[in-house]
């Protein structure tokens, strides 16, 4: 099946440093891929879409100068946090849908926990 | 109100019981339904897709009725390996391709 790998799993930053999140899909293309937050005990939200070749659209609420999407090829997405505080640690996870065979369901990445300290 | 609405719980279940949960989602646009299951810190992973006509994988029965907007997942014969959270996952096709997640339903098979 669809393969999404995302890295780094886990990451312990400095306040006002930057984090970046790679995720990839292994074995297909994606057009689209999705961020998403989720704090403990929470839901997982969605913060914005990924499109290759073209901006990515902000769900409301998210700020686009904080958390910088670029979807620069058709198997990478990358996540940066810009000026990383506190409330920002938190679970962020990708997902991308593999469009060949018709699928439906989608794909998550493994997640990063960022700890921002 | 929420896209996606779901009991939180947490739903206390014997080993061995049946359980059931509903989902319920407000926007008619929505093609596609799921259900996903979430283990502590871990990332969702799907259960099953849930279609109209109903759908069976081993103890796990899904269900959508469209009128009523509303899914069920139905667990028979619990296994202590079914505590996680179920995650009920609308996805809207079209112009505005997007999953929206539900908050979750804990559920804690007890021995």
């Known amino acids: 099946g669809a393969v999404v790998s995302q890295h780094p799993s886990w990451v312990i930053c400095k306040s006002g440093t930057s984090v970046k999140i790679e995720c990839r899909s292994l074995?297909?293309?994606?057009?689209?891929m999705f961020w998403y937050r989720q704090f403990p005990k929470q839901s997982l939200m969605l913060m914005a879409t990924s499109n290759e070749g073209s901006k990515a659209t902000y769900e409301q609420g998210v700020e686009k100068d904080k958390f910088l999407i670029n979807h620069a090829s058709l198997t990478l997405s990358t996540l940066t946090v810009t000026s990383a505080h506190p409330e920002d640690s938190s679970f962020y996870i990708c997902?991308?849908?593999?469009?060949?065979?018709?699928?439906?369901?989608?794909?998550f990445g493994s997640g990063t926990r960022l700890t921002v300290v | 109100r929420k896209e996606v609405e779901q009991d939180p719980g947490p739903f206390n279940v014997p080993e061995g019981a049946t359980v059931a949960f509903n989902c319920t989602y407000s926007?008619?646009?929505?093609?596609?339904f799921f259900w996903y299951r979430q283990d502590c810190r871990k990332e969702p992973k799907l259960l099953m897709s849930?279609?109209?006509s109903g759908n069976e994988d081993g103890r796990f029965t899904a269900q959508l009725n469209r009128a009523s907007q509303y899914i069920s997942l139905l667990i028979r014969d619990s296994k202590l390996s079914d505590s996680a959270t179920y995650l009920c996952v609308v996805n809207r096709r079209g112009r505005d391709d997007k999953i929206i997640f539900g908050k979750g339903t804990r559920l804690h098979i007890l021995p």
């Open positions: 074995d297909f293309q994606a057009t689209t």
């Open positions: 997902s991308a849908r593999d469009p060949r065979v018709g699928s439906t369901d989608y794909t």
């Open positions: 849930v279609y109209s």
């Open positions: 926007n008619s646009a929505s093609q596609s």
